[in-house]
């Protein structure tokens, strides 16, 4: 069984950042790493690869750079950059922006992203921004996540982070709904009300579904006056051959009805997906901004152009440009559940002690924690029943530890050791 995670910045979230294939098919954007695909399911895509296998050849994006379309000599020209960076097992652990300073020269950093993830779920995507007067990162807002017990996410907190206090603070939460197929059927939003120190309703989608794929989007806002909600948004989706075509924006005021307001058409080639968003202006649809996305043979994006509509030229115009770089490397897989004789759960956590089962009664066993480099962690000679304490400074991530019984071979298992 192979799981991937692919990486996916928002382009919402971040000033430039990669969109790949899969989110030209997305229905709504829950946050920079989370998704909400048209078939109805959550994908959760804070980056990077995760395989069961034993290791796994995989591409993974080294950086992004961003450029903005000079006019004058008809080039793009740098401005921004991205560089990511992943543990072991592909997962994503942190991503840098920086942009070019005024004199052309200078590169200064922006933006900051950490992941940490329990086992493979994302729980936590904070940001930080660059204090130019302290040099140094401080934290800016942050997600965190949480899931039930088959794994379906159920929330998402967004926290922002107070200097003077020197704590995180709620903002908003969403609670994801779902029908019995998993599928979702809404989305409440709901904003943290400091002087009633409660959770009070904000915003909520509604999720309609025709043959298997989200037909239509509608949001709501919460009338406190009425304590109903009312609509006032509404996005309906057309699809061709299972492919999003089209999707047209509706606004509505009070009691009026539905009126449209802007539409995206999306066109697919064979090695790109081009998205134009139009508005409507006297009765006609009028072109206003175009991405054209572009893939290799490996079904990664290399390539986003920005264009905007150049009225007296009749015509889109260059506007910005997102190339991003890969890297083929190897990702070490992780078996959730260890075969043969003995039995260990994975992931461990370093602030619990954990036990091995299988192991036979008035037996000594040689246990040893191993990192990837090699180096010896921890051994211990321990007897069925017993367990076995980490140390909380270890760094979290994958390791081999090694079961040895007298006079048999070592067996050696994959482990993740998280918080």
Not at 64 to 74: E, K, M, Q
Not at 386 to 400: D, H, K, R, V
Request: charged share 15%; hydrophobic share 35%.
């Amino acid at each position: 069984m192979v799981r991937k995670l692919i990486l996916t910045l928002s382009i919402a979230v971040l000033a430039f950042a990669p969109t790949i294939a899969q989110n030209i098919q997305m229905a709504h954007q829950l946050t920079q790493s989370c998704y909400l695909t048209t078939n109805g399911k959550v994908t959760i895509n804070a980056g990077g690869h995760y395989t069961t296998a034993t290791s796994e050849q995989v591409y993974l994006r080294d950086s992004l750079r961003g450029s903005i379309y000079d006019t004058v000599n008809s080039s793009f020209k740098n401005n921004k950059r991205n560089v990511f960076t992943y543990d072991s097992g592909g997962l994503l652990t942190s991503s840098e922006s920086m942009t070019l300073d005024k004199n052309g020269i200078s590169w200064s950093n922006s933006q900051k992203v950490g992941y940490k993830y329990t086992g493979f779920q994302l729980f936590e995507e904070s940001y930080k921004s660059w204090d130019k007067a302290l040099s140094d990162w401080v934290y800016n807002i942050r997600n965190v996540y949480s899931y039930e017990t088959d794994n379906t996410l159920s929330s998402i907190f967004n926290q922002t982070w107070d200097a003077d206090t020197s704590e995180w603070k709620y903002v908003t939460r969403d609670l994801i709904n779902y029908d019995q197929n998993k599928n979702v059927t809404s989305i409440e939003i709901q904003k943290w009300n400091k002087n009633l120190v409660s959770w009070e309703n904000y915003q909520q989608l509604i999720f309609t579904y025709s043959g298997g794929n989200v037909s239509e989007i509608t949001y709501q806002i919460w009338n406190k006056t009425t304590t109903l909600w009312d609509d006032y948004q509404k996005e309906n989706i057309a699809y061709t051959s299972n492919n999003k075509s089209e999707v047209i924006l509706q606004l509505k005021s009070g009691t009026s009805s539905w009126e449209n307001s802007s539409r995206n058409v999306f066109v697919y080639g064979s090695s790109g997906i081009s998205d134009i968003t139009e508005y409507l202006w006297n009765g006609s649809w009028k072109e206003n901004r175009k991405y054209i996305y572009t893939y290799d043979a490996n079904n990664l994006e290399t390539m986003i152009i920005t264009q905007s509509w150049a009225t007296h030229l009749n015509s889109f115009r260059n506007h910005s440009q997102d190339e991003s770089f890969y890297t083929q490397r190897e990702v070490i897989g992780i078996d959730e559940i260890t075969a043969n004789t003995f039995t260990v759960n994975n992931p461990l956590s370093k602030h619990i002690p954990f036990s091995i089962g299988g192991l036979q009664q008035n037996v000594k066993y040689q246990v040893n924690l191993i990192s990837l480099n090699g180096s010896l962690i921890l051994k211990k000679s321990i007897s069925a029943g017993e367990t076995i304490a980490l140390s909380s400074q270890l760094p979290c991530g994958i390791y081999m530890l090694s079961i040895t019984s007298p006079g048999a071979k070592a067996f050696i298992h994959k482990v993740l050791i998280t918080d």
